[in-house]
């Protein structure tokens, strides 16, 4: 009798093992289901049903991550693959302030992006605001060279128009950030040297006092050709800037007014 006992405890134990698997196979196919209908709100709940139901399941944190990412995305705004093709072409200039506009005050000329095919190796939409027909969209673009691995990321605000059955225009788009994805694996390649330049200066002030500007040098001992990107303190303001640096040579960055204090935020390939 005690045989038969343990024998349907057995079973009861292992049905409600196999009812409980099932179960959370359904959430994962519903949200996967979902998912391809674009209902990334419904998807993302079935997801965490499914991870509630197997906390140790692999890979379901990125769905839930995928759903964040696109449902921003109201009915009848332009998809992530319409942003995309809406971009190619388009030029890309840094915002006053920003690491690749210009600082200096010296007459460098602002950076500027051509978006090619397949450099677009993401996007994000962070907001949407719908005002009648069209959208505003605030957009991180991430980029990615031809010949690197580093990649830039476009913080932008974008004005979709709708020109006709679903063909859309960007209208407007304004920076607001640029910067890269910083990786660590050029910090090393970089050696900085503060120097003051005794033989170039400027006029201040009502009193007509003269100071000299202070030169950051930046001494490039690795193979690659890198981009260095920082801040420096000028009466009390911290500015950004970018120099590129060639492979085993030297750069400069001759910041105005001259600088106190400076830091690095990316070292990275070109």
Known sequence: MNSIRKILLISALLFGTIMAYSQCETYLEKGDALFAQKNYKEAKSQY????????NATGIDAKIAECDRLA???IG??????IKKCLIGKKIQDKHGGYFSDNSGLGRNNWLWTIETNEIKNVEVKQSKKNGDDFFLDVLLFIQGKSSTTQYVFDLQIVFVLIGNNNWIADNIVTKDIYLVKTGRSDNCITIETV?????????GSTNTQKNYSTLNFKNNCNNILVVCGQVLCDGKW????????????????P???FTEYK???????
């Open 48 to 55: 965490l049903n499914y991870k509630e139901c197997k906390p």
């Open 72 to 74: 921003p995305l109201p």
């Open 77 to 82: 705004s332009p998809d992530i693959e319409t």
């Open 196 to 204: 003051e330049n005794n033989s170039r200066g400027y006029w201040t």
């Open 239 to 254: 500015k950004k800037f970018y120099t590129y640096v060639e492979a085993n040579k030297e750069a400069n960055y001759i």
């Open 256 to 258: 105005y007014p001259a």
């Open 264 to 270: 690095i935020d990316f070292i990275e390939r070109k």
